[in-house]
T-cell receptor
């Protein structure tokens, strides 16, 4: 299957700093990528849809100025958590799909963010 | 928007028994329903999916059924094995041009040897 690579896998940062997470499609082009947040023992909550060459579409309740998304190329989307706070600590995971709308979504390995 | 509910939240079965996980969705126009398995510390991986024009799909020990009228779909795992232990998520693709998926809350399956 297609490969989605996410980096870093773990990051610890201080409160008030910003953290960038990268999501790459390694063997296919992805015009659309998705960013999810997963709390311990909970579901995948869709945060935003990243669109190549245009603005991201954020889900209701997700602060666009807090979670900056950039999708500058067909293989890379980045999520920047700005002015991080301890409550931003979570597992962030991206996904991308190959082809049409009802095809398999491939996930990155996720990023464990800890804000201290 | 689309809302997906999943039950049960935890499920414990004896090895060899069957396991059934159920999901309901709210958007009648949703047309794609995948199931993902997530092992501890790993990424979710697709195990089976079904489209709205199909009522049932089977792949070896795994099957999914879809009832469009009732807006629910179920995952069936037969002859469970300890390696089936994981968290399972159902999802639905809501109407519109976006390819996004809305996930259920997950079911933690434990298969006891």
């Amino acid at each position: 299957g297609a490969v989605v690579s996410q980096h870093p896998s773990r990051v610890i940062c201080k409160s008030g700093t910003s953290v960038k997470i990268e999501c790459r499609s390694l063997d296919f082009q992805a015009t659309t990528m998705f960013w999810y947040r997963q709390f311990p023992k909970q579901s995948l909550m869709l945060m935003a849809t990243s669109n190549e060459g245009s603005k991201a579409t954020y889900e209701q309740g997700v602060e666009k100025d807090k979670f900056l998304i950039n999708h500058a190329s067909l293989t890379l989307s980045t999520l920047t958590v700005t002015s991080a706070h301890p409550e931003d600590s979570s597992f962030y995971i991206c996904s991308a799909r190959v082809g049409g709308s009802d095809t398999e979504a491939f996930f990155g390995q996720g990023t464990r963010l800890t804000v201290v | 928007g689309e809302n997906v509910e999943q039950h049960p939240s935890t499920l414990s079965v004896q090895e060899g028994d069957s396991a059934v996980i159920k999901c309901t969705y709210s958007d009648s126009a949703s047309n794609y329903f995948p199931w993902y398995k997530q092992e501890l510390g790993k990424r979710p991986q697709l195990i089976i999916d079904i489209r709205s024009n199909v009522g049932e799909k089977k792949d070896q020990r795994i099957a999914v059924t879809l009832n469009k009228t009732a807006k629910h779909f179920s995952l069936h795992i037969t002859e469970t094995q300890p390696e089936d232990s994981a968290v399972y998520f159902c999802a639905a693709k809501p109407r519109g041009s976006s390819y996004k998926l809305i996930f259920g809350s997950g079911t933690r399956l434990l298969v006891r040897p």
